[in-house]
């Protein structure tokens, strides 16, 4: 039978690194392990790949592989919820042997987004009117955009002075293609982007090191996101001392980064050189992540209605959970879910489609006999021949099958004997076969024909007799094999005699 291979060699049961070696159709592919830039990389021309729309930062895309009749889809990193900036992820219903799909948030399922933001604004502007700072840790990519927008708005609106910042190198570089493809955002951005470039912000300044030692309130984004190094831990370093000051983590920690242990209430961190940091301003965590949560998860199955789920770029408790919940959730066909760590192969069994053509003469044949026209869904039964022919496979009547191949008509036909004791002539023992026929099958075409048979659809009935005993008469049923339910029913049907 053939399969599809899954091996992750980064993000099997753990966030932070992926890498995912595909094994479909004879042809192996690594998926999320970086391209050459400017490069024109060969593709297989047996390989089709279609791209979708998934939402988590400009550009991102979830990728759906293609080899003869199997199929995998990607997704990344993706977000079924749009934001300020970016629309939803969206797939067609492919139907994929696999969904390989990221659980950063397998357990997690987020409250109003507009209450999210509401807090947000509070927090930072109770901060900087009682004249503290607010570090916020991003990603260079997509949430420093969100939380700006959503900040210039704000300052706009509240006519506020206190500068905002955000740290120069990628957070810029992003920026700035944010500029250039607008086109790529969601449907208000564009919109407005004749009167006003949101990416343009008026109230949103570059930093400079220096200012972090400056006096009085201000809000700063710097990179990166879980406080691990660069300028985001240098200027916590400098802040985290004052409690007016307040820290917003607006995003994923993974274990042993300075903000997975401020997140959970670590108060005193040993930084290098053993020197000990006392965290005395406030720290709060409000999910902004572009990732999908365990509901977006769900509505992306349910989109997609795969054969089976890999989940990848997760920790192994939530997706283990995750994991039960699929399997256990009522969709369109049973799920199968598999959560592989790094370096183990999940294997899973195809069963490929074969496309046949059907020809119009055997569907309107269908539809005279009162059955619905063919539906993906309801699978039904449907007599006629399959032929190949210029390397695709139809389906068309007996009757065109046999003049294409130039073959003539070979005939099958089932015979059964039934004994019968009637002390009647032959001729009338058919004739009472025939009355009695009349009588329980009122609905079908019965014909008592002078040759001395009597005939039921395509099934022909005789009566013989012996001449040492005229009383036990043999009954032949012969039928073709399209009638053989008919002629299973006429036979149990005369076993058991005629009426008197």
């Known amino acids: 039978m053939p399969d599809i291979k899954v091996t992750p060699l980064g993000a099997g049961q753990d966030v932070g690194r992926s890498c995912i070696l595909v094994s479909i159709g ?18 297989d021309e047996e390989l089709e790949i279609k791209a979708y729309y998934a939402g988590h930062v400009l550009g991102a895309a979830m990728f759906q592989i293609k080899v003869g009749s199997e199929s995998v889809v990607y997704t990344g990193d993706y977000n079924m919820t749009p934001d300020r900036h970016l629309g939803a992820a969206w797939i067609d219903k492919c139907r994929p042997d696999i969904l390989i799909s990221e659980s950063t948030y397998a357990t997690t399922i987020r409250d109003s987004k507009r209450c999210r933001e509401r807090d947000f604004l509070k927090k930072v502007h109770e901060t900087v009117e009682r004249g503290g700072k607010v570090l916020i840790p991003v990603f260079a990519l ?9 900040l210039e708005t704000f300052w706009e609106r509240m006519n506020l002075k206190a500068p905002i910042y955000f740290s120069t190198g990628l957070t810029e570089k992003a920026n700035h293609y944010y500029k250039l493809f607008i086109t ?10 004749v009167q006003r470039n949101m990416f343009e912000f008026k109230h949103i300044k570059a930093f400079d090191r220096s200012y972090a030692d400056n006096p009085g309130p201000m809000v700063v984004f710097a990179t990166p996101g879980m406080l691990h190094a660069g300028q985001s831990l240098q200027i916590f370093k400098k802040w ?5 000051n307040m820290l917003i983590m607006p995003g994923y920690c993974v274990q042993g980064t300075v903000g997975h242990k401020i997140l959970n209430g670590q108060k005193k961190l040993e930084m290098e050189g053993r020197a000990t940091l006392d965290v005395k301003l406030q720290v709060e965590y409000m999910s ?3 990732h999908a949560d365990a509901k977006g998860i769900m509505q992306l199955i349910r989109m997609a209605e795969p054969r089976n789920m890999l989940l990848v ?11 039960d919940k699929i399997e256990q959730e009522v969709f369109v066909r049973c799920i199968s879910c598999y959560m592989p760590a790094n370096g183990e192969t999940t294997t899973v069994v ?23 026209l063919p539906d993906a869904k309801r699978p039904r039964t449907m007599h006629g021949t399959l032929i190949m022919k210029d390397n695709s496979l139809r389906l068309v009547s007996p009757e065109q099958a046999l003049k294409e191949l130039g073959l003539s008509e070979h005939q099958l036909r089932f015979t059964c004997r039934v004994q019968l004791h009637d002390p009647h002539s032959d001729t009338d023992t058919l004739g009472r076969i025939y009355t009695h026929l009349k009588s329980v099958l009122k609905s079908y075409s019965i014909q008592h024909v002078p040759d001395g048979t009597v005939i039921v659809e395509s099934i022909v009935i005789k009566v013989t007799s012996s001449a040492e005993e005229p009383n036990l008469k043999v009954i032949l049923l012969s039928w073709s094999y399209q009638d053989e339910e008919l002629g299973s029913f006429l036979s149990t049907l005369l076993k058991k005699g005629l009426p008197s």
């Open 26 to 43: 004879g042809k192996n592919i690594m998926l999320d392990c970086g391209m050459h830039m400017g490069y024109n990389d060969d593709v």
């Open 142 to 150: 997509g949430r420093a955009q969100e939380l700006c927008i959503l």
């Open 184 to 193: 790529w955002t969601n449907q208000k951005i564009r919109k407005t982007f």
């Open 240 to 244: 985290a001392g004052n409690e007016k």
């Open 288 to 290: 902004f992540s572009a």
């Open 313 to 323: 770029h997760g920790e192994a408790k939530k997706m283990e959970f995750l994991k």
């Open 350 to 372: 195809t069963n490929p489609s074969v496309p046949v053509d059907i020809s119009l003469n055997l569907l309107k044949r269908e539809m005279a006999l009162g059955g619905p």
